[in-house]
């Protein structure tokens, strides 16, 4: 297989992270003959996969309806006598359908949707989600599918292939005390993390009200740290200010250090409201750190309730509150979540097992293309 995946996202999420795990284990694994990354120039992507030595292929981004560049991917397709286009976003896609449509480029096209988000907003969104040279649609999760199937008449496209963590990236399954370390925080203290953009359905505004009901209600002695940026991140500065907890939220802000902090987590909470699986969730699991989380969109395919973690009422503080305290108060539970949770990582989320799972799925459209 002759493979080029292709995104037009500039940032950092798990979806792009993912496009680098899969190329080093399709590589690894000897899945392909030979492969590319299509990306913007200066993205994160680009950045990181050229770090790497990966083959990347460059270009400006101008806008998803730049017909110059959907002709221009048309001849990287045929230059590379790629079978099969593998797309990471929506822009992407854009560009992909419009090289196949106007321009005939014949390499099958497979997308890989990972959002839970309805795409039957308008005739044109449906339109190149049902386009035929689209073979097949690769969805993170099945609440995915089903949020889809409103938009995407052949269901038949659909299949679910879940999210990918590598383990070896996160050798600490014990504290490193680095963020005690760095912010003083005495050994007998628990801390409970989160590690999330500032965005809407990341929800962090039920997980500051969760901090204000272990404080104040329960009286809980702990650090409650958030690691991450985002557009919403004074907003929710202001509601820990306002609910009184400056002195007991720590914002640490984006790190790449997660591997070693993550370990230092007593107990990852996440509020996410909307969330197709949740990769953070994984190194959770990798690092052996209990989980309390929301029962919303795909977690509930990563955390099985009493057996990997706890799974609280979406946007309920009181619900999420009682589910830590039980599960501090359980040294046992919290030893059995520890080696569940990594047995079902390694089971189901490694980049072997996902990378075998996705290579199984753009074969079989590379054989009915031929």
């Not at 110059?68 to 048309?74: G, I, P, S, W």
């Not at 497979?110 to 308008?122: P, Q």
Request: charged residues 25%; hydrophobic residues 40%; contains cysteine.
């Amino acid at each position: 297989m002759r493979l080029i995946q292709f995104t037009a996202a500039d940032g950092w999420r798990g979806h792009e992270q993912k496009i680098i795990y899969l190329y080093e284990a399709f590589k690894a694994f000897g899945y392909v003959e030979d492969q590319w990354i299509v990306c913007p120039n200066n993205s994160e992507v680009y950045k990181r996969a050229t770090a790497k030595n990966m083959q990347v292929i460059g270009f400006d981004f101008k806008s998803e309806y730049d017909f110059k560049f959907a002709k221009e991917f048309k001849k990287i397709a045929k230059d590379k006598n790629a079978d099969i286009v593998f797309l990471h976003s929506s822009k992407a896609q854009t560009l992909a359908v419009l090289s196949s449509f106007i321009y005939r480029m014949k390499t099958p096209l497979v997308l890989c949707r990972t959002l839970i988000r309805r795409v039957d907003t308008n005739f044109l969104r449906k339109w190149k989600y049902n386009y035929n040279g689209i073979k097949k649609i690769i969805c993170v999760s099945h609440p995915v599918v089903d949020v889809l199937k409103y938009a995407v008449k052949d269901h038949r496209k659909l299949c679910v292939v879940g999210s990918v963590t590598d383990i070896n990236k996160f050798p600490h399954q014990e504290p490193t005390g680095k963020l005690r370390k760095e912010y003083g925080i005495d050994n007998s203290l628990p801390i409970i993390g989160n590690i999330a953009e500032f965005t809407g359905f990341k929800d962090h505004h039920t997980w500051v009200k969760t901090v204000a009901i272990l404080v104040k209600k329960h009286q809980l002695q702990a650090k409650f740290i958030l690691v991450g940026k985002g557009a919403l991140k004074e907003e929710i500065r202001n509601l820990v200010k306002e609910l009184d907890l400056e002195d007991h939220i720590i914002f640490a802000g984006f790190r790449k250090d997660i591997p070693e902090i993550l370990p230092d987590f007593d107990l990852f909470m996440f509020t996410s409201n909307n969330e197709p699986t949740g990769g953070v969730l994984l190194e959770s699991y990798a690092c052996k750190v209990p989980i309390v989380a929301a029962n919303a969109g795909g977690i509930p395919e990563v955390v099985i309730d009493q057996k990997t973690g706890l799974l609280a009422e979406v946007g309920n503080p009181e619900d999420f509150a009682d589910k830590v305290m039980q599960l501090l108060a359980d040294q046992a539970l919290q030893e059995k979540f520890k080696e569940n949770g990594y047995q079902y990582l390694i089971d189901n989320f490694t980049k072997d097992v996902i990378a075998k799972k996705m290579f199984d799925e753009l074969n079989e459209v590379v054989k009915n293309n031929r």
